[in-house]
């Protein structure tokens, strides 16, 4: 594509690095930019630049926080004993909706995946076991996409952590809530079946 | 959906207010500039403030541009009687693309569409008929989409410059090339039909 103006060409760019963005959508934010108020696309700049220059992880869970420690693993009446161990800050968004988990999180910052070079090591994995130095914790809940790369990641954390006397926990998994038994894939409903809990009448 | 970031907030609340990215999106979009290496979100940052401040748009054709004057009006080797109007940018760079037309441009900035409140005032459309005044033009081409609004403007423009010595003509409406007669819809067949052209052997 061959731009009328350096200025496109850049900002298109820079948009197309995003990932599921091309080379037409960027030019179509480009062009939703440049016919709003100049003020909003500087609202945009200066929110990326802080985000690029301020952003700070909590030193306990990993979490994106504005402090030093983020504002769940500071919350005295949460559940100190229970930790969730989730891949992102999405995950922590997600359980939070929920409004049914009262632990902390710790956050790995991804799941071990071979094909894209990340191990154990780049994960935080090495402070999830530090953390369960101190004895508070008593269990831990591992909260992964139901993936290859959860399951490895799942895998991997429960045989580092054998031994310990602490109880290690996985989200269920099984028949979406309103979702249709014969429209489920078959790997789900037969887990569902061999998972089978007690009927609560 | 509650952020563990003032940070993270701002720059999804950002993000979400381009068409077609909703909270999820900006979020995928906002983790995926904490990923990358900080340059790559100030270079983000950089382009956008640099397009907000910095654009201009060619006096003649209202293209956006670098200079008062664009490339393209700014080309003598180019054809100087034939003008193709177009609603923006987009149309220009995908003529151009094209390789198949010399002539220049007259961007309108858009396409009546009294649904959006945008009428022929709002368009580049008193500048276009000073253009015509000095006699220069010889052929207009308008070049819309075949939608109800590209109809419209193109209608309009026809009316307004009615009387005029000049030729009007627009962009050919018939099966894509490559396209199969079975599933094109019945209207652009029947224009097809009706605007049948001598077959060239």
Same mark, same amino acid.
């Given at each position: 594509m061959n731009f009328p103006s350096r200025l496109i060409e850049e900002a298109? *760019?820079?948009f197309s690095r995003f990932p599921g963005i091309g080379k037409k959508t960027a030019l179509r934010l480009t062009l939703h930019l440049l016919r709003q108020q100049q003020a909003e696309a500087l609202e945009l700049a200066r929110a990326v630049t802080n985000l690029a220059t301020n952003v700070q992880y909590c030193r306990t869970c990993h979490n994106i926080s504005d402090a030093p420690v983020?504002?769940?693993c500071a919350n005295k009446s949460r *559940?100190?004993?229970l930790v969730c161990v989730v891949a992102d800050m999405r995950d922590v968004i997600a359980i939070e909706n929920t409004g049914q988990y009262n632990g902390l999180y710790h956050v790995l910052g991804g799941l071990i995946t071979p094909m894209e070079g990340i191990g154990p090591d780049q994960l935080k994995i090495a402070s999830l076991e530090e953390r369960l130095a101190t004895g508070e914790v008593r269990e831990l809940l591992l909260a992964f996409s139901a993936t290859m790369e959860g399951d490895t990641t799942a895998f991997y954390i429960g045989r580092k952590l054998q031994g310990r006397?602490?109880?290690i926990s996985t989200i269920a998994r099984g028949?979406?809530?309103g979702g249709e038994l014969e429209y489920a894939d078959e790997i789900t409903l037969g887990r569902s079946i061999q998972q089978r809990i007690p009927f609560q009448s």
């Open positions: 298109v *760019n820079a983020c504002q769940i *559940n100190q004993a006397d602490i109880r028949i979406s809530i």
